[in-house]
């Protein structure tokens, strides 16, 4: 148990769906993170939101839009997704985005786009 | 790219110790080197980090060459709980911080 909690653990949705991820963390931390973890490929940074703002973006589809109402919620909202899309989505936290702090990972979603 | 350079997998016998070594040529004086792992079915686990001094904690030891330039993540006593993808990263103090992972090496733990 890290502290940070991720739900559904498991979905499947439809190319015309629109579904959410949530993610909390009970940790008091300030920044929140989603990555996607694929197949055979390493995890990719997607968003990170610092201080409730978002810092990072890494050149992810608009299909993909993150919500962060406060510190220790990160939502992803998803929306006519592609098959390629399916993964393990995977949110963390850390005290703040500074490096000198390590991050702690939810248990994932895993994402199977039909 | 990755900047970070590890092997793709290791083999160890358990309650053996296990040296996991990391390539950073590049790194930059104020780049942080950070470990995690990640067991199967699960989300990555921070193991250690460190910048400059050697680091312990309950979990592994971080041993990083004098330049810099390479890292070690020694565990101790292996056990086969340890078996999963270590995964060695840079984190960089400076706003263009890029939290890059590469492959990591798949560590097997051998009964």
């Known amino acids: 148990e890290t502290g940070v909690t991720q739900t559904p653990r498991h979905l499947v949705m439809g190319m015309t769906n629109k579904k959410s991820l949530k993610c909390e963390q009970h940790?008091?931390?300030?920044?929140m993170y989603w990555y996607k973890q694929s197949a055979k490929k390493p995890l990719e940074l997607m968003f990170v939101?610092?201080?409730?703002?978002?810092?990072e973006n890494n050149s992810v589809p608009s299909r993909f839009s993150p919500e962060c109402p406060n510190s220790s919620h990160l939502f992803l909202h998803l929306h006519t997704l592609q098959p390629e899309d399916s993964a393990l989505y995977l949110c963390?936290?850390?005290?703040?985005?500074?490096?000198?702090?390590?991050?702690?990972f939810g248990p994932g979603t895993r994402l199977t786009v039909t | 790219d990755a900047k970070t350079t590890q092997p793709n997998s290791m083999e160890s016998n358990e309650e053996e110790p296990v040296h996991l070594p990391c390539n950073h040529s590049?790194?930059?004086?104020?780049?942080?080197i950070h470990w995690y792992r990640q067991l199967p079915s699960q989300g990555p686990e921070y193991v250690i980090h460190?910048?400059?001094s050697n680091v312990n904690n309950r979990m592994a030891s971080l041993a990083i060459a004098e330049d810099r330039k390479s890292s070690t993540l020694i565990l101790h006593r292996a056990t086969l709980r340890d078996a999963a993808v270590y995964y060695c990263?840079?984190?960089?103090?400076?706003?263009?911080?890029?939290?890059?992972f590469g492959k990591g090496t798949r560590l097997h733990i051998l009964p």
């Open positions: 963390a936290s850390s005290q703040t985005y500074e490096s000198s702090y390590e991050q702690y």
């Open positions: 940790l008091g931390h300030n920044a």
């Open positions: 939101y610092n201080f409730k703002e978002q810092t």
């Open positions: 590049t790194i930059s004086g104020t780049d942080y």
């Open positions: 460190g910048l400059t």
């Open positions: 990263i840079l984190r960089d103090v400076g706003r263009d911080d890029k939290i890059i």
